[in-house]
């Protein structure tokens, strides 16, 4: 718990989320959203399909290179997430690194009978 500001209705796991996930197989379904900030390589492909695992209804992805995060939306997209919000974020205006932050909230799938 994050108590010194008194919240108490959350926590904060600080890691490789596919280990943190591996460890905590009981998260699926009870996760509101999740906040990843991986390294230029992106999430591997083994731990999307664990947070796509998780049903959480939103996601906020941090990148420091856009061409994999684009990568990852394709993958998050495909199963169900759509991109809701994007923004880029210029920390180092001299160089050519930027930040992008992205909000992708689970879709409200309705199949209907044929």
Known sequence: MFVSNKINNVSFFNGDVGRILEKNPSFENKIECVVIDPPRSGVAKKSLKKIIKLNSKRIIYISCDPSTQA?????????????????????????????????????NIVYLKK
């Open 71 to 107: 990568r990852d939306y394709k993958y998050l997209i495909e199963y169900g997430y759509q991109l809701i919000k994007f923004s880029i974020v210029d920390q180092f205006p001299h160089t050519y690194h930027i930040e992008t932050i992205g909000l992708l909230e689970k879709k």
